[in-house]
């Protein structure tokens, strides 16, 4: 199959005008002009016309099993107020799981999403997830802050691992402790020795809010006051005195190179810190404005050399999960960072963030995961009208099969009319 259309970005750096990309199987196996490709072919085309096609969108990270209580949970003025509606509403039946992720699933894939690094915290990992045609780094999230919770952690995450085998070319199972004031240092360092003996990968979330701060460094504030609320024992537990990277640094966690999600507030120290361990950072712009978070430090984090990939978070705390969307959004609240490197950021650094070998960008012999993005051809820059608020995606592409097709449903919804 040839796929082409008015232009081809095979990463931010190049532009081929009447560009064509053939795939073969799960890979691509030629790139260029379409009159190079079509004198040496003679298969399917499929003409895009006024579109972009580019590498496909990388969600670094989501949770899918969210998906359906995006009504459920209100916005509250404090963070810890919002988890507590979390553990309150959150509905943890396999048919509902499913529904979820299956509806997560295709809203990501219609926003031009070809890969996802899903936090996944239901007791078995979804079928529906597993069986997708999305490519997904699942995290299979744990948590337990007492020492008898902690214990149940370890069981759960040994327990989501042995159900996730085996891995598939676009499944890989990974672990997710979640949180330093909900995951005790025991359960991390339990989490970290699988890894490290499994070769697996591993996320957590890290220096999201100032109250997270607090916690680790006097064990005081609004964390302490939820886990008091919820009667989850601290008997035992001495703050570590120290930022939340540093504390990860000291755990030994920083050795794996994990996934860190949000990094919302850092020091110079921990953005250094971050660097030198190679570490990435998942940025995840309207989840950050949704909870009223000062500016995030991405800038400093690209300076210093940090990987730094983009998520939409769960729609819980967001209102669409449009990896393309989510782009749009960080190109009119970062005018600070070139059109080039958000694109990079939304595909490349996103595979290197989840460690996706062959996937961000269009090359020969690498994973055939694209999109192909209307623009509006008005003359501006193009990537810029690819992020602009007018263009859309058309087509979703992952492992050389079509799983969205935008044209075929606008004709679809036409012969019904
Ligand atoms: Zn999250």
Partial sequence: ???????????????????????????????????????????????????????????????????????????TERFTDWILQLVQYRRDDQAWVDRAVDDGISMSLAGG?????????????AQTLKNSPLRKVVFFETMGFSTERAQLGIERIDSNLASASPPSPLFTPAVSPH???STSAMLYRHCLAIVQSRGLHFSTHLSETPEEIEFLATGTGA??????????SMEGWTPPGVSPVQYMRDLGVLKARPLLAHCNYLTDRDIQILAESGSSVVFCPRSHHYFN?????????????????????????????????????????????????????????????????????????????????????????????ILDESSQNLLTVVAGKICYDLIFREEDARAEL
């Avoid at 005008?17 to 085309?45: C, F, K, M, Q, W």
């Avoid at 990896?323 to 650094?349: C, R, V």
């Fill in 1 to 75: 199959m040839i796929l082409r259309a008015k232009y081809l970005i095979p990463n931010s750096e190049h532009i081929i005008e009447n560009g064509a990309i053939e795939i073969r199987g799960s890979e691509i196996v030629d790139i260029g002009t379409y009159s190079t490709l079509r004198r040496n072919n003679a298969t399917t085309v499929c003409d895009f016309g006024e579109a972009v096609i580019l590498p496909g969108l990388v969600n670094a990270h989501t949770h899918l099993e969210l998906t359906n209580h995006h009504d459920l949970i209100e916005r």
């Fill in 113 to 125: 999403t070809t890969a996802v690094g899903d936090i996944h915290g239901f007791k078995r990992v």
């Fill in 179 to 181: 949180a330093p004031n």
């Fill in 223 to 232: 964390f302490a006051d939820l886990l008091n609320t919820l009667q989850i």
């Fill in 293 to 385: 978070h000062t500016d995030h430090p991405i800038e400093r984090l690209l300076e210093a050399g940090v990987n730094v990939a983009v998520g939409t978070d769960s729609l819980v705390s967001n209102w669409s999960l449009s990896m393309l969307d989510e782009l749009k959004f960080l190109a009119q609240t970062q005018p600070g960072i070139l059109p080039e490197t958000l694109i990079d950021l939304g595909t490349i650094n996103g595979a290197k963030g989840l460690r996706l070998n062959r996937v961000g960008k269009l090359k020969k012999g690498w994973q055939a995961d694209m999109i192909a993005v209307r623009i509006a051809n008005d003359g501006s820059p193009l990537i810029e009208q």
